[in-house]
């Protein structure tokens, strides 16, 4: 059975940092891109970042680009997200996936998380 599981949200202060992890079971993420997508109260899921199978790449939208780093570790199977400077914007419910081709769409990623909260207070 395959589980993506993220963890580290919580409540931070708007200019704090946050580190979002993503532990994978079932599953060889080293085969796949890995992305982090977001989604507000009362919004549709978002694109935040991904990482392909080597780091070579790595690609943020434009809301983030600056303030967040993904990064993964192939040896111990899990994905990150670090996130500076954060905004009262960026409070979401944030989903790690992963997807067998690189892409930046909702639809292209194959495998998802449950989510985990991330409440920035202004």
């Known amino acids: 059975q395959v589980q993506l599981i993220e963890s580290g949200g919580g409540l931070v202060q708007a200019g704090g940092s946050l580190r979002l992890s993503c532990a994978a079971s079932g599953l060889t993420l080293s085969g796949y891109t890995m992305g982090w997508f977001r989604q507000a109260p009362g919004k549709e899921r978002e694109y935040v970042a991904c990482?392909?199978?080597?780091?070579?790449?790595?690609n943020y939208a434009d809301s983030v680009k600056g303030r967040f780093t993904i990064d993964r570790d192939n040896a111990k199977n899990t994905v990150s997200l670090q996130m500076n400077n954060v905004k009262p914007e960026d409070t979401a419910v944030y989903y790690c996936?992963?997807?067998?081709?690189?892409?930046?769409?909702?639809?292209?990623?194959?495998?998802w998380g449950q989510g985990t909260q991330v409440t920035a207070s202004s």
């Open positions: 990482i392909s199978r080597s780091s070579a790449y790595r």
């Open positions: 996936a992963a997807a067998v081709r690189l892409g930046i769409r909702h639809n292209d990623y194959d495998y």
